[in-house]
């Protein structure tokens, strides 16, 4: 969800950083999956805390300092 109101957010002022925050929550989402921490609704054994605190990092690497 908040990917989805960053878009938005880009696409009505016209700004980029939005739509960059956006990208790279998407993107860390779709990683963090990928690289196999998942949830046990998406068939793993991760917690919430654990999916996110990776997600978050993989948001930050990719926004820079």
Same mark, same amino acid.
């Given at each position: 969800?908040?990917? $989805? +109101?960053l878009?938005? +957010?880009?696409? +009505? /002022?016209?700004?980029?950083?939005p739509? /960059?925050? &956006? $990208?790279?929550i998407? *993107? @860390? +989402? %779709?990683?963090? #999956?990928?690289?196999?921490? $998942? /949830?046990? *609704? %998406? !068939? !793993?054994?991760? &917690?919430? #805390?654990?999916?996110t *605190?990776?997600?978050? @990092?993989?948001?930050? $690497?990719? %926004? !820079?300092?």
């Amino acid at each position: 969800m908040p990917a $989805r +109101v960053l878009h938005y +957010v880009a696409q +009505v /002022t016209g700004e980029p950083e939005p739509e /960059t925050a &956006s $990208r790279a929550i998407y *993107d @860390a +989402v %779709l990683e963090t #999956s990928a690289a196999g921490t $998942r /949830t046990p *609704d %998406l !068939g !793993g054994e991760a &917690s919430t #805390s654990e999916f996110t *605190d990776e997600t978050i @990092a993989r948001v930050k $690497r990719k %926004l !820079g300092p």
